[in-house]
């Protein structure tokens, strides 16, 4: 199986942890079966922060996309926000399966009734975070977003002070009722271990969740889209919209 690891941020060296990250959980799994094949985006944010760089990221993975899915099994976009995410499981030729709603399942088939924090970095992410998750079908009571104050790109940079920052959050939020912790994002990945060390509750990896997801069970396809002739877009993502 080929799996596209897409990475809607433009910083190739978050691509790369991203990877290596995602080799030791399948080295774990021994998934020997399966062959990672890292995505940048094109163009977009270096990291993505903000409304605009969503919008602007759902273009750069839908390009990605039509110009790779031939040649993979399934895509995984790994990137907590999503961009892009219906919209490319509506044009995709493979299952596709995103960071956010993968972190989401797992957490409530792990525990069923209880409410979900998910933690990241940025505060401007909370609001896009509750929209994103009730676009996907949960509410705020069973769906808690909190934010550190670094993005997730300073907080990669510093992995001990932010499993710090990170746990100090997660108490807070647990003592809300969270039931179950998700560390949601790209910066964030290979932080649950430490950041779980001393909680109550379980502390998922945003990651770890989109690994296990994009490998088992799809997700039932969306309607393929009519034919919308377009201009300006790449030769790939025009055709497959059917310019």
């Known amino acids: 199986m080929r799996l596209l690891l897409l990475n809607g941020n433009t910083d190739s060296a978050m691509t790369e942890r ?8 399948l080295a774990r799994q021994e998934r020997r079966d399966v062959e990672l094949v890292p995505c940048t985006a094109r163009f977009g944010a270096r990291y993505i922060a903000t409304r605009a760089a969503v919008a602007v990221a759902g273009h750069a993975v839908l390009e990605a996309i ?11 976009i790994a990137c907590f926000g999503e961009p892009g995410f219906l919209a ?3 044009i995709a030729r493979v299952p596709v399966r995103g960071m956010a709603e993968a972190s989401i399942a797992a957490a409530l088939a792990l525990a069923p009734g209880a409410r979900i924090a998910l933690l990241t970095g940025g505060e401007a992410w909370v609001p896009m975070l509750r929209e994103h998750a009730f676009a996907l079908g949960h509410g705020a009571d069973r769906i808690l977003v909190r934010a550190v ?3 997730g790109d300073a907080l990669a940079r510093d992995p001990d002070g932010a ?5 100090r959050a997660a108490e807070a939020v647990i ?25 109550p509750v379980p ?8 690994m296990e997801a994009s490998l088992g ?20 993502l025009s055709e497959r919209l059917g310019g």
Request: hydrophobic share 50%.
């Open 149 to 151: 104050p670094p993005a």
């Open 163 to 167: 499993a710090r920052l990170l746990a």
């Open 18 to 25: 991203l990877r290596h990250h995602a080799a030791g959980w």
């Open 217 to 236: 069970e799809p997700l039932p396809p969306l309607p393929a889209p009519p034919a919308a002739p377009s201009s300006g877009l790449s030769t790939a």
């Open 175 to 199: 003592a809300e009722g969270a039931g179950v912790v998700v560390l949601g994002g790209a910066g964030l990945a290979g932080l649950a271990p430490a950041v779980s060390a001393h909680l």
């Open 88 to 90: 490319a499981r509506e």
């Open 66 to 76: 039509a110009e790779q899915d031939r040649a993979v099994d399934r895509i995984a």
């Open 203 to 210: 502390v998922l990896d945003s990651l770890d969740c989109l």
